[in-house]
């Protein structure tokens, strides 16, 4: 299913991914992980977000959230540049951390719902990294 330009996206759920320049790490250490997840918390609540599932892989991440479009974008930025500050400074690097703006697909129905819960959740399990989903411990389908 082809990515719809951000200006034509309904307001809605989402399934938002971001990837490391290249393919570099977005995150290191459980430290990186952890950091990012609280800043995930902070933009739930700053931005009226509704999480319904993350998956912190090693080069990029997945959500799958519930918000406006312009919510979505300020949060997304703001959650990004944020990480990717924190990233920079902790790690002594600099430069771009992030390939691009993030991607974003409308979830249209609970059917599509589903499949997109199912296919981030076993991301890891893909890649090798855990046998079942539920044995990833940066993966959950809460509401946080």
Wanted: with cysteine; proline share 5%.
């Amino acid at each position: 299913m082809p990515r719809w330009p951000r200006n034509q996206l309904e307001d809605g759920v989402y399934h938002v991914t971001a990837r490391g320049t290249g393919g570099i790490p977005l995150f290191l250490a459980d430290l990186d992980r952890l950091d990012f997840l609280r800043l995930l918390r902070k933009a739930l609540g700053r931005h009226s977000w509704l999480c319904h599932a993350y998956c912190l892989m090693g080069t990029h991440y997945h959500l799958v959230v519930e918000a406006t479009r312009a919510d979505l974008s300020l949060g997304m930025h703001w959650l990004n540049g944020t990480y990717a500050h924190r990233f920079n400074r902790r790690h002594q690097r600099r430069g771009h951390l992030f390939e691009s703006r993030f991607s974003a697909w409308v979830v249209h129905d609970d059917h599509h719902l589903e499949a997109t819960l199912r296919y981030i959740l076993e991301n890891p399990v893909r890649a090798g990294l855990c046998a079942e989903p539920g044995e990833w411990p940066w993966a959950a389908a809460p509401v946080l």
